[in-house]
């Protein structure tokens, strides 16, 4: 089943379990699915394909993240709770991340295979290797793997 099609389907559980939190999270990332079908100029009761509804997913996963720092940067953790809590539900509906080991041993292949050995090229390079793990791994933590290779 497609992403978008889960997510709508979870939101009836998440009422009757009575997980306002759940509820929340499920409804605003319809919506912002919702948004992007119309955005694409699709009907609204069409589903985003698993490739849209990630690329959906992550936006909101990043603002979440965003916002998480931002309050706790104001000293305000109080705010900052909500935000952890919704972050949690919707990184249950991306797929996995790959570990900081397996992005540097795919770095290290990658550099020798295109003789990258200084921190000039370190901009073009990272490009390149997140072309190739799209949707595979974070590009925060690609770009800190090849910033501590190219010293």
Do not use: C, W, Y
């Amino acid at each position: 089943m497609a992403i978008h099609e889960t997510l709508k389907k979870a939101i009836p559980d998440a009422m009757r379990a009575h997980d306002a939190v759940k509820l929340q999270t499920l409804r605003s990332l319809v919506t912002a699915m919702t948004n992007e079908v119309v955005a694409k100029k699709r009907k609204p009761d069409e589903f985003l394909e698993d490739e849209e509804a990630t690329a959906v997913l992550k936006r909101a996963a990043n603002q979440r993240k965003d916002s998480i720092e931002q309050f706790e940067k104001g000293g305000r953790p109080e705010l900052a709770e909500p935000e952890k809590l919704e972050l949690a539900i919707i990184e249950t509906f991306l797929p996995a991340m790959m570990s900081r080991e397996e992005i540097e041993t795919i770095v290290k292949a990658k550099m020798v295979e295109a003789g990258v050995t200084s921190k000039a090229e370190a901009g073009k390079f990272t490009g390149s290797v997140m072309k190739d793990l799209k949707g595979k791994a974070d590009g925060a933590d690609v770009k800190a793997v090849v910033d501590s290779l190219l010293v």
